[in-house]
């Protein structure tokens, strides 16, 4: 079958998530849906309410708040941090490394470094090789801290956005704020700019806004790499998990385990030709990249919560083997997902953006890593990338008002998006979005009339843009 160019934009609201159910449970949620339309907890009202607490929203939370907004920053898990806390994606990759994602990332090395001395250097421009990896739930004691340091965010865990506050004009959606979920009811929360971070996009197809899913082709854009037909494909996910020697002398049986890459604290591969090096550096807590396993439809919660019992199931062997060996074992608490929506905004970023370097004029972020499709062979020449930046008008969607976008889910190609998609770059988006709404609460002007040279100065006095300047220190 093939998919044409139109076939994946997709309007939302039209067979959002709930292609794969039967016509009778869908008119069961549009009956609830219509009977819990009052809310019964009291309005809240922000400057900014930012949705969703990982790579992308932590950092523009912070931001928005450090410029003077009043901000609320829901997250649906109990506790923030995203990938890295929830799906034990531990492991950073890409950079530059600056801002908010540079501070956290010093905590974590100073702080929660495993069985070791901590790093001095912690890689720049993310292609140094320079790695580190820290617990799940040492990401998140950081980011508390960082939160509660700052007096304008109000952090609300536990709370699934599940509808937006919208009205229209013209041909525009002028995005007012969310709904939580509380209790089985409703609690709306007002802004004036909302910035969805959910790493799915699901706070923009709310909304209305039209977004990008799948495989495109690769003329679509114009692009080098990619497939010559349309099929609509994702990237596999995931369920990562870390394991730790509870047996003295125990060594990682990585000869024997069928499919697990890892990688020990102190950024060292592990394979099985390293068994001596194993035994001589004792951190003994490994992070593995575990089961991989396609999920059809990752906007479709059900189909993703199946991928992860099939990826759990796929584990069983391993995870024997490991016991046996003498070790004991962490599955995260969620499949990682690498790929769902990718918004629909006012420029779309493309392979060639990125294989060029090209740094618009409008940038709001630097960036740099290759292109990492997974499921994908990309020739190894056209993979590398040099450092490029991030427009501003890919964090405006299209046709709407008052929405602003963070992290992996930007307008972007599925080939550039697989470069954008590691933590610091989602990081540096989300500092540049919190700034941007701050400027536009301040201003009165609406997200998309804010002064870009006002912005990018911000940005800079902030680090932001001192990833790729040759000052010869470490970052
Ligand atoms: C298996 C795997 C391996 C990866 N490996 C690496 C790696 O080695 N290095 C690297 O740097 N990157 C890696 N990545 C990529 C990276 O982790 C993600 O792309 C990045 O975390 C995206 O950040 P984000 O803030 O956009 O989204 P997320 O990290 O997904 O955060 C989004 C947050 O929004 C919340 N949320 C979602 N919906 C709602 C809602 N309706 N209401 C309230 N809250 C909501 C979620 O709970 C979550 O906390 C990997 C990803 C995966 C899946």
């Not at 950092?59 to 829901?74: D, Q, T």
């Not at 592990?270 to 807590?285: C, L, N, P």
Request: charged fraction near 25%; hydrophobic fraction near 40%; proline fraction near 4%.
């Amino acid at each position: 079958m093939s998919f044409s160019r139109r076939s994946f934009l997709i309007k939302a609201g039209a067979g959002l998530a709930f292609g794969a159910l039967s016509p009778a449970i869908l008119s069961a949620q549009d009956t609830k849906k219509a009977k819990s339309i009052i809310s019964t907890h009291p309005k809240l009202q922000c400057d900014v309410v930012v949705v969703g607490a990982g790579p992308g929203g932590v950092p523009a939370a912070l931001a928005a708040a450090r410029n003077g907004s009043k901000v609320i920053l829901v997250e649906e898990d109990n506790m923030p941090g995203g990938a890295p806390v929830d799906m034990y994606v531990t492991y950073i990759c890409g950079g530059p490394r600056v801002g908010a994602f540079q501070r956290m990332v010093k905590k974590l090395n100073d702080f929660h470094t495993i069985g070791g001395e901590a790093c001095d250097t912690f890689g720049n421009a993310g292609q140094d090789g320079k790695n580190h990896w820290w617990m799940p739930g040492d990401y998140a004691q950081v980011i508390y801290q960082a939160i509660a340091a700052e007096k304008n965010i109000t952090l609300l865990c536990g709370a699934p956005v599940v509808d937006t506050i919208v009205t229209h004009k013209g041909n525009r959606n002028i995005v007012q704020g969310v709904r939580i979920m509380r209790n089985g009811e409703l609690q709306d929360i007002e802004a004036s700019v909302t910035i969805d971070a959910t790493g799915t996009g699901i706070v923009a197809a709310m909304a209305g806004c039209e977004y990008m899913f799948g495989s495109e082709a690769k003329s679509d854009f114009n692009e080098e790499i990619g497939i010559e037909v349309a099929d609509g494909k994702i990237q596999p996910c995931t369920l990562m998990f870390i394991t730790q020697r509870i047996k003295r002398h125990a060594v990682l049986p990585v000869d024997k385990m069928k499919g697990s890459s890892g990688v020990e604290d102190q950024y060292d591969w592990v394979r099985a030709a390293d068994k001596e090096a194993m035994i001589k550096r004792d951190a003994g807590i490994y992070l593995h990249w575990g089961k991989t396993v396609y999920c059809k439809d990752t906007r479709d919660s059900l189909l993703v919560a199946e991928a992860q019992r099939k990826a759990l199931e796929g584990l069983e062997e391993n995870m024997q083997i490991l016991h046996e060996a003498g070790y004991a074992t962490h599955i995260a608490p969620k499949i990682g997902v690498r790929e769902v929506r990718r918004i629909k905004g006012e420029y779309v970023l493309t392979q060639r953006d990125l294989s060029n370097g090209v740094q618009h004029d409008d940038k709001i972020a630097d960036a740099s890593y290759y292109f990492d499709v997974w499921g994908m062979k990309i020739d190894e020449k056209l993979k590398r990338v040099p450092p490029y930046g991030i427009p501003y008008r890919s964090l405006i969607p299209v046709n709407t008002e008052g929405l602003l976008l963070a992290g992996r889910i930007i307008s972007a190609t599925r080939i550039a998006h697989s470069s954008l998609r590691v933590q610091p770059i989602c990081s540096n988006i989300g500092e540049a979005a919190g700034t941007a709404a701050a400027l536009s609460v301040m201003y009165k002007t609406g997200v998309r009339s804010i002064d870009i040279k006002e912005l990018q100065a911000n940005l800079n006095a902030n680090g932001l843009f001192n990833g790729f300047r040759k000052t010869g220190s470490k970052s």
